[in-house]
């Protein structure tokens, strides 16, 4: 058992990240055999797979008074391996239209958990005097990247998604035991005067652009999480552990870049860092979309990973710092906004790999790119002053 003085606050909520990542990330290398199980066409997976983030989208929206209610504590010691739970029985689904309801639930539970791990994040961060922020987001992507690669030999070794799904939920619970079980929440920021955000915010036109920046790196985020084990098998009839490991490189060279972005962003600057990673994101994209080869496709998706590691986190941050209306409000109106991105991407890249090629999924993620590269400039050119220790 790790000693209590070891696991500061910003160290609980790492492993917090790192162990919902890895709860919720196991079935993404398995979506193949869940296809091909009920013999369905990409399209008809797409629709289905909408249930988890129908479930988000309720979450975040209505979800924090009742875990205020219930307390931080012990709705994270709880919710975190309910991700895992629901999903051990969602891969039972035989049809889409079960699929998608049996998600819900699995949505419900990930929009608690991103609710609580990006409050306790920002408290911790308030606390330490330092960020952490990307940091945090880099553990997610280390247990992601976990995951991938769990479930790429859960495949290679012939066992069925139901069971491995099945074995992810005591592996959550000793994780949660193991490092979590002393979790206290940290305290509350002070308050800033600006009241609570409404549920729904209509987002202004420096939002919207901000969305434009982070549109390109959101679907392709989602879409190789979704897609890239069925891309490999797809393209290339690659074997169950090479298809898996499509979703680890993801996650893996995500995690890199986020670990250390705090650092670049405060040497040089937003825009500037944006603009280096969105060409990494074009880059990754032609190469999977023009790929020979599975080890260049695997590169391709690596790169993928890197490009849109901290689009998002640094989009927050501008909207945060806009000034023409409480940052509570820009917040609400880019995250409510950007996820509807989520919800519309699983139908729209199913419906398009199936129409005209899984390779055509990712080519239309393209012309976003450019549109992201011409936008960068609404992140800034003030270089950050507040260092980033390790911690």
């Not at 994270?76 to 051990?88: R, S, T």
């Not at 009839?237 to 962003?265: K, N």
């Not at 405060?266 to 032609?286: Q, W």
Request: with cysteine; net charge positive; proline share 7%.
């Amino acid at each position: 058992m790790p000693d209590p003085r070891f696991m500061t606050a910003p160290r609980r909520v790492f492993a917090g990240f790192a162990i919902y990542s890895f709860s919720m990330g196991n079935i993404f290398p398995r979506l193949g055999d869940v296809q091909h199980a009920m013999g369905i066409r990409e399209g008809a997976l797409g629709l289905g797979l909408i249930g988890a983030p129908v479930g988000t989208l309720i979450a975040l929206t209505f979800a924090t008074p009742l875990l205020e209610r219930i307390g931080f504590r012990w709705s994270l010691l709880a919710g975190i391996p309910l991700v895992a739970f629901f999903y051990a029985i969602a891969v039972h689904a035989p049809q889409p239209w079960e699929l998608f309801v049996l998600l819900i639930p699995v949505g419900l539970m990930i929009g608690c958990v991103e609710i609580i791990l990006n409050v306790e994040a920002d408290r911790a961060e308030h606390a330490a005097g330092f960020r952490i922020m990307n940091r945090a987001h880099a553990f997610w992507s280390i247990g992601f990247f976990a995951a991938g690669l769990f479930g790429a030999l859960m495949a290679w070794a012939g066992v069925s998604p139901q069971l491995h799904l099945a074995l992810v939920v005591p592996l959550s619970l000793a994780g949660i035991a193991l490092l979590m079980r002393d979790f206290q929440p940290s305290a509350p920021r002070p308050s800033t005067g600006e009241g609570k955000a409404p549920r729904f915010v209509a987002p202004t036109w420096p939002i919207l652009v901000l969305v434009g920046v982070t549109l390109s790196a959101m679907l392709l985020e989602g879409g190789s999480m979704d897609w890239s084990a069925i891309y490999m098998r797809d393209v290339f009839a690659a074997g169950p552990f090479m298809a898996g490991m499509a979703v680890a490189f993801v996650a893996f060279f995500m995690s890199l870049v986020r670990y250390f972005a705090d650092g670049f962003v405060e040497r040089h600057s937003p825009a500037g860092v944006a603009r280096v990673l969105l060409a990494v994101l074009g880059t990754g994209c032609l190469t999977v979309v023009f790929s020979p080869d599975p080890y260049l496709a695997l590169a391709g998706f690596a790169l993928i990973g890197a490009g849109c590691s901290v689009m998002f986190p640094l989009a927050m941050s501008a909207a945060a710092q806009r000034t023409d209306r409480p940052a509570a409000l820009n917040v609400a109106a880019l995250a409510q906004f950007s996820f509807m991105v989520f919800l519309l991407a699983p139908p729209l890249l199913g419906f398009v790999a199936q129409h005209f090629g899984i390779r055509a999924s990712f080519a239309i993620a393209l012309p976003l790119v450019v549109l992201s590269l011409l936008t960068a400039g609404a992140f800034g050119t003030r270089r950050g002053q507040v260092p980033s220790p390790v911690v």
